[in-house]
């Protein structure tokens, strides 16, 4: 996708005012990283790279667990003592 958008002027810079759909479409809230190339300036959403406790333990208590590979393992034919 290419678009032109015009310069604003904001204070003593001037700056690109990003739409509504962009915001949303890239998950970008508060904060943009932007990394610049000889021939380009690359605006990306920030991420956060902190480990959040709570946010995983959500995501795995929602994912099911596949434990049939461990199956296998009941049945290798050792005598395990109760």
Sequence with gaps: M???VQLAKIGNSQGIRLSKQLLKRYQIEDQVEIETTPD???IRPHADHKLAWA???E?????????????A???DGIQ???
């Excluded at 995501?59 to 199956?71: I, L, N, R, T, V």
């Design 40 to 42: 380009a300036i690359i």
């Design 80 to 82: 395990y003592e109760s």
């Design 2 to 4: 290419k678009t032109t």
């Design 59 to 71: 995501q795995m208590a929602k994912e099911e667990e596949d434990f049939s590979d461990w199956d």
């Design 73 to 75: 393992v009941a049945e």
């Design 55 to 57: 946010a995983t333990y």
